[in-house]
Every structure is written in structure tokens, then in C-alpha cells.
């Protein structure tokens, strides 16, 4: 993928190294969403919220989640400035989609985190990989998860990198536009809730797909680079995770969707190049 090199993003939050909340049980909140989707996320927050969502005497604490001035610009490796400048494309494009339709775009911020973080949706761990909490409308990640999905799952590449955010960023829109409210009647766990998840990440997948067509319209993309993000969607469909853990598939459980499930999705907003095109249940 080309780009700007010299690019540094407003948007990100650079957490490194700021060390893991001590927040005792949070873990648990996460724990669902990371296993259940957004179902897991709502259901969970209703019966967690009181304990799990860092409230003091009825105040957010969220200190952790501050920019630190100090840090800032220091810790600048190439990744990061790669993830910068992928947030920014991703938002600048959504930016421009909801304004051609008389909307308005609030951006997500980002929060760049080692080993495990504080975040509106209770506590994130990178062995969950990255994540969107719409409490607080920011995207987490720690960026070992790339050395995991290249060396673990086969799946190298910038651009590889680069539909990871834009997958993230496609739960900020749905955010946005009201999509996730079709999960709140589902219990995380039950058939119902399972599709509903289901149905939420195959459209974030191809809302990452109508960026990845504007890459391609402003000559942005290297040859391979959309192979690179359908190993990626190939590569964390539910049916090959199960496969690899557990030397079987359960499709009862997919919170996620299988790989061909993921790649038809990204492909379907990468030909389309609309919104429109990621309206349509995403079920086959």
C-alpha cells in the first residue's frame, strides 16, 4: 500500500507501555465480547455495568485512556505510523460517504495498548485481539496481534494491517448509523444472538471493502495488496479458528463468520464501493 510516511495522526492515543489495569474482573465483560460479539457486549454490560464499566462514587474513570503528552511522538515506529495513516484514510472516506448523504462522521479515536488496557467496554487483553467499544467509541489494539496474524495465521502484508482497522472502523459506522441495535434483543450464546453478531461483523467486514475500493480509485494500492486483506478475512473466519484450536467446526457457535462468509463480505464492499452495497444480509 502507498503511503505517507511522514503522516502522524491526531486521532491516535499511543498507550504503550503504560502498564496493565489492575482493575480486578473486568476481564469478565471483555471476555464476552470478545466471545459473543456485540450480543455479549449488551447482554454483559446490562448485568456488569455497576462493576465492570470503572465507575468511582458514580464517576467514569478513564485517566488511563488519556493522551500523555510525555509519550506522544515517542514511541513513533513505522507500524504506528501506519496505523495513524490508515485511521485517517478509513475516517476521511466514511467522512466523505456520510456527507454525500447529509450525515455527519464523528471519528473514533484509537488507542494503541500493550498487553491489556482500560477501555469503555470494561478490559481489554491482546490475546482477544483488536476491538471497538461503542461506549466510549474507540478502537483498541496492541499491535503484537499483526506479528500473530502474519507469523500465526498466514496472513502478512500491510494491507493485511490495514483491513484490520478498517474492519474496527466498520463498528464505529454501524455505531453511528444505529446497526448494532438489531443484536439487543439476543442473548449472547443463543442461535439468535450468534447471527445477529454474525451479521454485524460480515457488514463491518464490508464496510472495510468500500474503503479498500477508494484505496484502489486514488491509485493508492500495490499489486496483491487486496489478496493481502482476503487471507486476512480468510484467515479469522470462525470456521478455520475452530479448526486450528480444536481440530473441529461448530457453526452453531460462529459469533464471527466463516472465512468464505468474511472474504464474500470484504469483496462484496470492495466491488460495490457503496453502502449500499453492505445493506443486504450478509448470510451466504
Not at 62 to 78: I, N, V
Not at 162 to 167: E, M, R, T
Amino acid at each position: 500500500m502507498r503511503w505517507d510516511r511522514d503522516h502522524r495522526s491526531e486521532d491516535v492515543i499511543d498507550e504503550r507501555g503504560a502498564g496493565a489495569p489492575s482493575f480486578a474482573g473486568a476481564g469478565i465483560l471483555f471476555w464476552l465480547v470478545s466471545r459473543f460479539g456485540l450480543p455479549g457486549l449488551l447482554v454483559g454490560g446490562a448485568l456488569l455495568a455497576a462493576n465492570y464499566f470503572f465507575s468511582d462514587s458514580g464517576q467514569d474513570d478513564r485517566r488511563g485512556l488519556q493522551a500523555d503528552p510525555s509519550r506522544q511522538g515517542q514511541a513513533g515506529d513505522e507500524t504506528a505510523h501506519f496505523v495513524g495513516f490508515v485511521l485517517d484514510d478509513v475516517q476521511s472516506t466514511w467522512q466523505r460517504i456520510f456527507s454525500e448523504r447529509g450525515l455527519r462522521y464523528t471519528p473514533a479515536k484509537l488507542v494503541l495498548f500493550t498487553g491489556a488496557t482500560r477501555s469503555g467496554c470494561g478490559t481489554g487483553s491482546a490475546q482477544a485481539g483488536p476491538f471497538y467499544c461503542p461506549e466510549d467509541r474507540r478502537v483498541y489494539i496492541d499491535l503484537s496481534f499483526y506479528r500473530e496474524l502474519a507469523r500465526r495465521f498466514g496472513a502478512p502484508g500491510d494491507f493485511a494491517q490495514a483491513y484490520v482497522i478498517a474492519h474496527e472502523v466498520g463498528h464505529h459506522v454501524q455505531n453511528l448509523l444505529g446497526g448494532e441495535r438489531g443484536a439487543e434483543a439476543f442473548a449472547p450464546g443463543a442461535a439468535q444472538g450468534n447471527a445477529a453478531s454474525v451479521q454485524l461483523e460480515l457488514q463491518a467486514d464490508c464496510y472495510a471493502g468500500v474503503w479498500a475500493h477508494s484505496t484502489e480509485t486514488r491509485k493508492l494500492l500495490d499489486a496483491g495488496d487486496v489478496d493481502e486483506a482476503l487471507r486476512a478475512a480468510s484467515a479469522v473466519g470462525d470456521d478455520a479458528l475452530q479448526r486450528q484450536a480444536e481440530g473441529s467446526v461448530h457453526p452453531e457457535s460462529w459469533t464471527h463468520g466463516s472465512s468464505a462468509q468474511r472474504t464474500a463480505s470484504f469483496r462484496r464492499g470492495y466491488e460495490g464501493g457503496t453502502i449500499e452495497a453492505c445493506r443486504a444480509r450478509n448470510s451466504r
